[in-house]
């Protein structure tokens, strides 16, 4: 299912720690069709910066990556080593470096170790072909615990098209992305300009809508390549092919958002904050937000409390309108508040959040509009891990 075209390696730079592939190529056969979203984060890393400016072309063939160095915050040397960092892949590959990409993902503020990268990419060229989708996916991750990655086969009209997503992203994780680093492939061809659209509404609905902590990245970047190597006519979005093109890649971001969710620093629950019946969909995803956000409703879940005061008071304070007498809330199927009174049914519902996935619905009853909000609980563990992440 991987799809046609598309060619990957890994090394260790040792960037840093000894020990585990760091660095990663992404290879399309022939030039893509490229689009691009990025951290709405003030502060960006020099490889966002970079990238930023070479999205505009709408294309793009390569992707190279490390983990264990965010390059931000690293000033003038900082966009050097990025430039640099494409420079020496595109002539390897003997493309332009226009059409090279980077992308890093560590600790922000230490400078790239860039010697160490620059001595591997010959050897990174060399082994091209040699490693796998899931090579690269562990190669990418920081303080994930697994590589997170998806695949969908699709009908183009005679033809079979694949498109594929890698991820990581575990801590700092709040919309408008996350310190997530995404990269989808696909050998279906798509008009540039589709396939920007696309990616945009699909990261809104899916990468914009998870939060583990409430802090967003310097670095978060999601590339895709369409290289159409199937040889099909192009898509447009009035192609018949293209609402199933749309459908998977929709399933794909979401699918990969609930696996960063699913995978939070010390995170033992997936949690998905529904509410609906709002006046608007900004209403109801701010709502979301403020309950997926809330540190209190996160320790209460990880305790398995069904504290639903703490939800109704994040509600309240998310900014929306909202009517106290109207809400109701389930836990899973379980209505422990009805019409903002309690059912007095907290017994049951703490029996829902002793499960793995925990679904909690907020209706407003003000309206049609609804959103979801991926996130997690909050354990000992997410404090043990980010107190630690620098040594």
């Given at each position: 299912m991987i799809p046609k075209g598309f060619l990957f390696s890994t090394v260790e730079a040792a960037i840093k720690k000894p020990g585990r592939k760091d660095l990663a190529l992404i290879y399309s056969e022939a030039e893509a069709n490229t689009a691009g979203m990025f951290t709405s984060n003030k502060v960006k890393a020099a490889p966002v910066k970079l990238d930023m400016k070479k999205i505009r072309s709408g294309r793009g063939q390569a992707i190279i990556v490390n983990s264990g160095n965010a390059n931000a915050c690293t000033g003038k040397k900082g966009m050097e080593d990025a430039v640099e960092m494409t420079r020496l892949a595109a002539r390897r590959l003997k493309i332009k470096p226009s059409l090279v990409y980077v992308c890093s993902t560590g600790v922000i503020g230490t400078p790239m170790p860039i010697d160490r990268i620059t001595a591997k990419i010959p050897g990174l060229m060399d082994d091209l072909g040699k490693s796998s989708i899931e090579d690269v996916a562990a190669a990418i991750m920081t303080t994930d615990t697994f590589p997170k990655i998806l695949m969908k086969k699709i009908r183009v009209g005679n033809k079979i098209g694949n498109i594929a997503g890698i991820c990581k992203g575990a801590g700092m994780i709040c919309p408008h992305m996350a310190t997530m680093l995404c990269f989808i492939m696909t050998d279906i061809s798509v008009n540039q300009q589709t396939l920007n659209r696309a990616l945009k509404?699909?990261?809104?609905?899916?990468?914009?809508?998870?939060?583990?902590?409430?802090?967003?990245?310097?670095?978060?970047?999601?590339?895709?390549?369409?290289?159409?190597?199937?040889?099909?006519?192009?898509?447009?979005?009035?192609?018949?092919?293209?609402?199933?093109?749309?459908?998977?890649?929709?399933?794909?971001?979401?699918?990969?958002?609930?696996?960063?969710?699913?995978?939070?620093?010390?995170?033992?629950?997936?949690?998905?904050?529904?509410?609906?019946?709002?006046?608007?969909?900004?209403d109801a995803e701010k709502a979301a937000f403020a309950v997926a956000n809330s540190s209190l409703v996160k320790t209460a879940i990880y305790g398995n409390d069904s504290n639903w005061g703490r939800i109704m008071a994040a509600v309240g304070y998310s900014g929306i309108n909202v009517k106290e007498e109207r809400v109701d809330i389930y836990f899973g199927r379980v209505k422990a508040v009805d019409k903002g009174i309690t059912t007095g049914r907290d017994i049951e519902a703490a029996k829902v959040l002793k499960g793995k996935n925990i679904n909690i619905v907020i209706d407003l009853h003000l309206g049609k509009y609804a959103a979801k909000v991926l996130t997690c609980d909050m354990t000992e563990e997410y404090i043990r891990v980010n107190a630690d992440y620098r040594t």
């Open positions: 509404d699909s990261v809104k609905k899916s990468f914009n809508r998870i939060t583990i902590d409430g802090d967003m990245s310097t670095n978060d970047t999601a590339l895709i390549m369409a290289n159409g190597m199937i040889g099909n006519d192009e898509l447009s979005e009035r192609s018949e092919a293209y609402a199933a093109f749309k459908k998977s890649l929709d399933e794909i971001t979401y699918g990969l958002s609930r696996l960063i969710a699913l995978d939070g620093e010390g995170a033992t629950k997936l949690v998905e904050i529904e509410v609906k019946g709002a006046k608007s969909e900004a």
